[in-house]
């Protein structure tokens, strides 16, 4: 049916003219018409009649034949309005459709008077425009793109639009939030600052309807509001934060038969606040929000336990103080939410795969909550964690490499506790030493070795790590130089330590004793790798006999004693004037009573050149007496000689055998008894826990490896 046969031609011009009012006057021609039409129930004239008025104008290629067709089409509605259940025909799609299409015309007034249209049929139509849910979501997705709009006239004309469809939307009983949630999820993640003002405002509206059930839309909505936060205008970031307070304090207050999916929420407040790491008012809401959530929800959650650990520990370094402090509080919930629960539900694995991705971390903050955390999970689950010991114990170890005093008190703390698990103390003592090889673990030891193994002996007993580790030492072969620098700083500690006081007083019971002797005879063998320390031990336990016997044995090596030798004596001169031997310099003053001691010290003399040492030496036993001061004579006291341990041996204890391990050790090592090789195998051994290594005034220990051992022995470097 041809158009002219509905309306005059008058008219039909009159919908393509350049001038408004006539545009105007054929829209009121084609309302009238649809009126009379719809009265008579007309339905195939009507099609006709909005089909033509679509094609030949709405969608014509001249512009004000579109502009009379947007007019025309709004009037059609208007007319039809009445007569929308009595049709029974979806005539709004029809009419909608082209109009909405119109909105992203290339002629900005054609734009605005699509805007106009769709804000006549909006008000007229309501509800029955909502409960067409798909066309109300081509109207609001058209409407989306046009915001932004450089016309001014059609931005106006679009915010008119907007406030219609959200006022129809706030009113209606039967708008599908479902379906329009998942647009407008899509649609939140854009970065125009005027569709992201347009977006704020349509969430903000529907958030205020209480019938609207907003709070189960909180997983869609708050990943893209979270990323607006960053958004470069100041306007936006304060209407979005504003916005998301309100819905976190109504997510607060929610009772516990709300429809939320939390577990959904706490999967988008991870991804952004690990997506915006850098961005500081993200994550610091992203940390709030988490808090809630688990402070209210935390049997919800408890399959994310590993992610929320790795993104909090991951907050909890960064740049901003703020993020910081919200992150600890995150943490401190989680961890007092471990604490209140049972553990059988969690996926320890994926916890503890988390917490060793951040022991990693170059941050000392979040190694140090990481390290809180398997402290905790393994008084928890220690079968879990130990499962996985070699993990644990190697991200611990790293820890300890960290100039970082809190980090290293954690990491201490926490290989006690996993050396005090049953069947785990052997294996942290041989990490523990390995981590002390190498260049850098030598620095470790410079820096922190008399700290760790102070604390050891504090928490596990001075006297079991001294053995384990003893005997680990012990069993190593080859020579790499770290074992006599390991005892060296050992034996250092043994003497100087605090903890230390309860073996020093076992020791000076002598050999006699049964648990000094079983203490001694543990030690002795890995302490003989180092001629300092094998002879500290024997002057600790008073047995001076065997101390002369090794000190023979060093001084009748073939070429004499070697460099590395004569530095051991002068270490161990600086260790006598330590106050353990205080002991040994009051027994000085009985000469007849501890002849041997006196031998050994002349001996010792004998063997240094004249050094710093030579002299310290020299002049303690120039203040030794020629005569006794106990009232005694010489021949009272050879006759009763017999009262003192020979000189060869003690009840229990076999001189011949222990000085053939010395030998053994002294000859295995480089610079052992006789030559001038250095003894450091590679493995820098300065400062490590010395009492003093200076050979004298200006002389170093390459001076005397030029110089013969005659020369040495001489005094005349």
Same mark, same amino acid.
């Given at each position: 049916?041809?158009?002219?046969?509905?309306?005059?031609?008058?008219? /039909?011009?009159?919908?393509?003219?350049?001038?408004?009012?006539?545009?105007?006057?054929?829209?009121?021609?084609?309302?009238?018409?649809?009126?009379?039409?719809?009265?008579?129930?007309?339905?195939?004239?009507?099609?006709?009649?909005?089909?033509?008025? =679509?094609?030949?104008?709405?969608?014509?290629?001249?512009?004000?034949?579109?502009?009379?067709?947007?007019?025309?089409?709004?009037?059609?509605?208007?007319?039809?309005?009445?007569?929308?259940?009595?049709?029974?025909?979806?005539?709004?799609?029809?009419?909608?459709?082209?109009?909405?299409?119109?909105?992203?015309?290339?002629?900005?007034?054609?734009?605005?008077?699509?805007?106009?249209?769709?804000?006549?049929?909006?008000?007229?139509?309501?509800?029955? +425009?909502?409960?067409?849910?798909?066309? +109300?979501?081509? $109207?609001?997705?058209?409407?989306?793109?046009?915001?932004?709009?450089?016309?001014?006239?059609?931005?106006?004309? &679009?915010?008119?639009?907007?406030?219609?469809?959200?006022?129809?939307?706030?009113?209606?009983?039967?708008?599908?939030?479902?379906?329009?949630?998942?647009?407008?999820?899509?649609?939140?993640?854009?970065?125009?600052?005027?569709?992201?003002?347009?977006?704020?405002?349509?969430?903000?509206?529907?958030?205020?309807?209480?019938?609207?059930?907003?709070?189960?839309?909180?997983?869609?909505?708050?990943?893209?509001?979270?990323?607006?936060?960053?958004?470069?205008?100041?306007? !936006?970031?304060?209407? =979005?934060?504003?916005?998301?307070?309100?819905?976190?304090?109504?997510?607060?207050?929610?009772?516990?038969?709300?429809?939320?999916?939390?577990?959904?929420?706490?999967?988008?407040?991870?991804?952004?606040?690990?997506?915006?790491?850098?961005?500081?008012?993200?994550?610091?809401?992203?940390?709030?929000?988490?808090?809630?959530?688990?402070?209210?929800?935390?049997?919800?959650?408890?399959?994310?336990?590993?992610?929320?650990?790795?993104?909090?520990?991951?907050?909890?370094?960064?740049?901003?103080?703020?993020?910081?402090?919200?992150?600890?509080?995150?943490?401190?919930?989680?961890?007092?939410?471990?604490?209140?629960?049972?553990?059988?539900? $969690?996926?320890?694995?994926?916890?503890?795969?988390? !917490?060793?991705?951040?022991?990693?971390?170059?941050?000392?903050?979040?190694? /140090?909550?990481?390290?809180?955390?398997?402290?905790?999970?393994?008084?928890?689950?220690?079968?879990?964690?130990?499962?996985?010991?070699?993990?644990?114990?190697?991200?611990?170890?790293?820890?300890?490499?960290?100039?970082?005093?809190?980090?290293?008190?954690?990491?201490?703390?926490?290989?006690?506790?996993?050396?005090?698990?049953?069947?785990? +103390?052997?294996? $942290?003592?041989?990490?523990?030493?390995?981590? +002390?090889?190498?260049?850098?673990?030598?620095?470790?030891?410079?820096?922190?070795?008399?700290?760790?193994?102070?604390?050891?002996?504090?928490?596990?007993?001075?006297?079991?790590?001294?053995?384990?580790?003893?005997?680990?030492?012990?069993?190593?072969?080859?020579?790499?130089?770290?074992?006599?620098?390991?005892?060296? &700083?050992?034996?250092?500690?043994?003497?100087? &330590?605090?903890?230390?006081?309860?073996?020093?007083?076992?020791?000076?019971?002598?050999?006699?004793?049964?648990?000094?002797?079983?203490?001694?005879?543990? !030690?002795?063998?890995?302490?003989?790798?180092?001629?300092?320390?094998?002879?500290?031990?024997?002057?600790?336990?008073?047995?001076?006999? /065997?101390?002369?016997?090794? !000190?023979?044995?060093?001084?009748? &090596?073939?070429?004499?004693?070697?460099?590395?030798?004569?530095?051991?004596?002068?270490?161990?001169?600086?260790?006598?004037?330590?106050?353990?031997?205080?002991?040994?310099?009051?027994?000085?003053?009985?000469?007849?009573?501890?002849?041997?001691?006196?031998?050994?010290?002349?001996? /010792?003399?004998?063997?240094?050149?004249?050094?710093?040492?030579?002299?310290?030496?020299?002049?303690?036993?120039?203040?030794?007496?020629?005569?006794?001061?106990?009232? =005694?004579?010489?021949?009272?006291?050879?006759?009763?000689?017999?009262?003192?341990?020979?000189?060869?041996?003690?009840?229990?204890?076999?001189?011949?055998?222990?000085?053939?391990?010395?030998?053994?050790?002294?000859?295995?090592?480089?610079?052992?008894?006789?030559?001038?090789?250095?003894?450091?195998?590679?493995?820098?051994?300065?400062?490590?826990?010395?009492?003093?290594?200076?050979?004298?005034?200006?002389?170093?220990?390459?001076?005397?490896?030029?110089?013969?051992?005659?020369?040495?022995?001489?005094? =005349?470097?």
């Amino acid at each position: 049916m041809d158009l002219e046969h509905l309306l005059p031609s008058a008219v /039909l011009r009159n919908i393509g003219a350049q001038q408004y009012e006539k545009r105007k006057l054929a829209a009121l021609e084609v309302e009238q018409l649809m009126k009379k039409l719809a009265a008579g129930n007309d339905r195939g004239r009507i099609k006709v009649l909005l089909g033509r008025l =679509t094609d030949d104008f709405a969608l014509s290629g001249l512009a004000n034949h579109r502009k009379g067709g947007l007019l025309c089409l709004a009037a059609a509605t208007v007319g039809l309005k009445q007569f929308y259940e009595q049709l029974k025909f979806d005539y709004l799609g029809q009419i909608v459709r082209p109009v909405a299409a119109s909105l992203s015309d290339q002629d900005s007034r054609v734009r605005y008077y699509a805007c106009e249209a769709l804000f006549n049929i909006t008000k007229a139509m309501q509800d029955e +425009f909502i409960t067409d849910q798909g066309l +109300f979501i081509e $109207v609001y997705s058209a409407l989306f793109k046009l915001y932004g709009d450089p016309d001014e006239h059609v931005q106006n004309a &679009a915010q008119h639009l907007d406030e219609v469809l959200k006022s129809i939307v706030m009113s209606s009983a039967s708008f599908d939030m479902d379906i329009f949630v998942q647009v407008l999820k899509e649609f939140l993640f854009t970065l125009d600052p005027h569709k992201r003002q347009f977006l704020i405002g349509w969430v903000t509206a529907l958030f205020s309807v209480p019938a609207l059930d907003m709070l189960s839309c909180l997983p869609d909505i708050v990943g893209g509001m979270l990323g607006m936060l960053s958004d470069e205008h100041k306007e !936006i970031r304060h209407a =979005t934060s504003k916005a998301l307070q309100e819905f976190l304090l109504e997510l607060s207050s929610a009772s516990e038969d709300a429809n939320i999916d939390y577990q959904a929420l706490v999967t988008v407040l991870l991804a952004r606040s690990k997506s915006h790491q850098a961005d500081r008012q993200v994550c610091l809401t992203a940390m709030r929000w988490l808090n809630v959530v688990v402070e209210i929800a935390h049997e919800e959650i408890v399959e994310q336990y590993g992610m929320m650990v790795t993104t909090v520990l991951s907050c909890i370094s960064h740049s901003s103080d703020e993020v910081q402090k919200s992150a600890f509080v995150v943490n401190r919930s989680l961890l007092k939410m471990g604490m209140e629960r049972s553990w059988d539900d $969690v996926d320890v694995g994926g916890v503890l795969d988390a !917490i060793s991705k951040e022991l990693s971390s170059s941050q000392p903050p979040t190694r /140090l909550e990481a390290l809180h955390w398997f402290e905790f999970l393994l008084k928890q689950k220690p079968s879990a964690v130990l499962s996985r010991n070699e993990v644990v114990l190697n991200a611990v170890l790293d820890a300890l490499m960290m100039n970082w005093e809190k980090v290293e008190e954690a990491a201490l703390g926490l290989l006690t506790i996993l050396a005090q698990q049953e069947g785990q +103390f052997r294996n $942290v003592m041989e990490a523990l030493l390995n981590r +002390f090889r190498g260049s850098e673990g030598v620095k470790l030891l410079h820096r922190s070795g008399a700290h760790i193994m102070q604390r050891l002996c504090m928490c596990l007993g001075c006297r079991e790590v001294y053995i384990e580790v003893s005997s680990i030492l012990d069993r190593v072969e080859g020579n790499d130089g770290f074992e006599p620098l390991m005892i060296q &700083a050992l034996n250092v500690l043994l003497v100087t &330590a605090p903890e230390a006081a309860q073996l020093q007083e076992i020791l000076r019971r002598g050999l006699g004793d049964k648990d000094s002797r079983s203490f001694f005879l543990a !030690i002795f063998p890995s302490w003989c790798r180092f001629a300092c320390a094998a002879l500290s031990l024997c002057f600790l336990s008073q047995s001076y006999g /065997l101390a002369w016997k090794l !000190i023979s044995v060093l001084g009748s &090596a073939p070429c004499g004693p070697s460099v590395e030798a004569i530095s051991q004596i002068v270490k161990l001169v600086r260790l006598l004037e330590a106050p353990a031997f205080a002991f040994l310099r009051l027994q000085l003053l009985e000469p007849q009573r501890y002849p041997e001691l006196l031998r050994c010290l002349h001996g /010792l003399l004998m063997l240094l050149p004249q050094t710093d040492a030579f002299r310290t030496l020299f002049v303690r036993l120039k203040s030794v007496p020629s005569l006794p001061l106990s009232g =005694t004579t010489p021949s009272t006291t050879n006759n009763n000689s017999q009262q003192y341990p020979p000189t060869n041996s003690t009840p229990g204890v076999e001189y011949s055998d222990l000085i053939q391990i010395f030998e053994r050790r002294q000859n295995s090592s480089d610079g052992g008894l006789g030559g001038s090789g250095g003894g450091g195998g590679g493995v820098e051994n300065e400062g490590v826990m010395e009492v003093g290594d200076e050979l004298g005034p200006g002389v170093s220990q390459r001076d005397f490896m030029d110089k013969s051992p005659r020369d040495l022995l001489n005094g =005349t470097v």
